[in-house]
């Protein structure tokens, strides 16, 4: 017990030495997200393959063909720790050498160690993204409980905005647990030193409020359009954002994740010449509000009352 006193002592009275840890374990977390956001999808698509086919099933209509071999029953063991990863093309096991974020990329210089089969360079990136907004966590919050639960969040949005940027989905699988986590945290009370978690009652309305919010926008814009303006897993991302960080945040976040997304998808239409029909996902935007609330959201809406004069005289 006395050796873990003396060990958070000692990354309290270093800052730089706590970030740089984090930031490291950040890189691993990183390599791991990138399991996540490729095997999530697959996933999902083999358990509703799995679910109609029991319904085909149950019918005389036609079976679907197993996910796994293109025919037959048979599926293989597919989750986050099986099967080991694998080059793509050549099915060659990727080793634990070959497997260190970032420098096994660099070393590979990109390609695969047995075929010479490129290597996405999003691997690294996510790997170094991952570091890079951990380091900040630690950095801003210190050595303190809540940065494990910070870390939690931020690579939870992390993960789920790249799926959702390359599958338009945001999994019940991940939205759902971050929303009750966010929950949970409130019953601990807050932390005085950062303002966070939120009381109990700023989540449980943020989350309610932040669900239904944009529950009602996409039941509107269906009413008048006929068309589906964003998926329920937006709604369940927001109303978790609302039970992280208080119905006091939703304001900003929905702002700041609607003008970034609208600079982005302007600029999509101009630069590429994208079909304004085309969905653009909206998680990554929630996502990275719902952060930059976590970091910043309390300077960003006190300057904002500020440069408003709400609450002078």
């Not at 691993?28 to 698509?45: A, Y």
């Not at 600029?267 to 910043?296: H, K, Q, T």
Request: charged share 10%; net charge positive; glycine share 10%.
């Amino acid at each position: 017990m006395q050796s873990i006193d003396i060990l958070i002592h000692g990354l309290t009275s270093s800052p730089l030495l706590w970030t740089a840890l984090i930031f490291v374990l950040g890189l691993l977390v990183g390599s791991f997200l990138n399991v996540v956001i490729h095997r999530v999808p697959i996933m999902l698509e083999r358990e509703w393959t799995a679910q109609a086919r029991e319904i085909l099933a149950q019918t005389d209509a036609p079976t679907l063909p197993s996910p796994a071999s293109g025919g037959g029953e048979k599926t293989e063991r597919y989750n986050l720790v099986v099967p080991r990863s694998a080059c793509p093309k050549c099915k060659k096991m990727i080793t634990a050498a070959q497997n260190i974020p970032v420098i096994s990329y660099l070393f590979l210089r990109g390609k695969c160690a047995n075929c010479g089969n490129p290597i996405s360079v999003r691997y690294p990136i996510v790997e170094l993204f991952t570091a890079a907004l951990s380091a900040a966590v630690a950095w801003k919050f210190g050595v303190h409980w809540y940065t494990a639960a910070a870390l939690f969040f931020t690579w939870m949005l992390i993960a789920m905005s790249v799926i959702d940027f390359d599958t338009t989905l945001l999994p019940d699988n991940m939205t759902l647990p971050l929303l009750w986590v966010g929950l949970l945290l409130s019953i601990v009370g807050t932390a005085p030193s950062i303002g966070l978690p939120v009381d109990m009652k700023s989540s449980i309305i943020g989350a309610v409020a932040g669900y239904l919010s944009l529950w009602s926008v996409y039941h509107l814009f269906k009413l008048l359009t006929g068309k589906e303006g964003m998926g329920y897993g937006d709604f369940k991302l927001f109303g978790a954002l609302g039970a992280w960080l208080g119905w006091q945040s939703l304001p900003l976040i929905i702002l700041l994740s609607a003008f970034t997304g609208a600079l982005v998808g302007i600029a999509l239409i101009v630069v590429r010449g994208r079909d304004r029909n085309i969905p653009i996902p909206f998680g990554p935007y929630l996502a990275a509000a719902g952060w930059i609330a976590l970091m910043w959201g309390e300077e960003l809406i006190g300057a904002y009352l500020r440069m408003s004069g709400i609450g002078q005289g």
